[in-house]
């Protein structure tokens, strides 16, 4: 099971961290990735690493922004955005794929998913 954490409203130009928490097997098993949706819109990719951090994988539309980082001994993965947009806005989820090594951008790749975070930011 996936948990997310720390969506809320803030301003454009802002930080927000969200959390992914990780229950049953450990996170270490797993790729990790962030997805977002906004309303109307189609899911979409953020950003992915592979399960010791070796490797990752970040939109351009997020990239030198948002950062993914994960702690295998908490069974928690992160996401710091930083220099928040108003297009930013959207519901984060994080995914956990089986192929540890895969960092793909495609929602379909993912195995597990939890149920998201609303991340609102004002202009």
């Known amino acids: 099971q996936l948990v997310e954490s720390g969506g809320e409203l803030v301003q454009a130009g802002h930080s927000l961290t969200l959390s992914c928490k990780a229950s049953?097997?450990?996170?270490?098993?797993?790729?990790i990735g962030w997805f977002r949706q906004a309303p109307g819109k189609e899911r979409e990719f953020v950003t992915a690493?592979?399960?010791?951090?070796?490797?990752?994988s970040t939109a351009d539309s997020v990239k030198g922004r948002f950062t993914i980082s994960r702690e295998n001994a908490l069974n928690t993965v992160y996401l710091q955005m930083n220099s928040l947009k108003p297009e930013d806005a959207a519901v984060y989820f994080c995914?956990?794929?089986?192929?540890?090594?895969?960092?793909?951008?495609?929602?379909?790749?993912?195995?597990?998913w939890g149920r998201g975070t609303q991340v609102t930011v004002s202009s």
């Open positions: 049953g097997r450990p996170l270490s098993y797993y790729a």
């Open positions: 690493m592979t399960w010791n951090g070796g490797s990752t």
């Open positions: 995914a956990a794929n089986l192929k540890w090594y895969d960092i793909s951008t495609s929602s379909t790749s993912y195995d597990y």
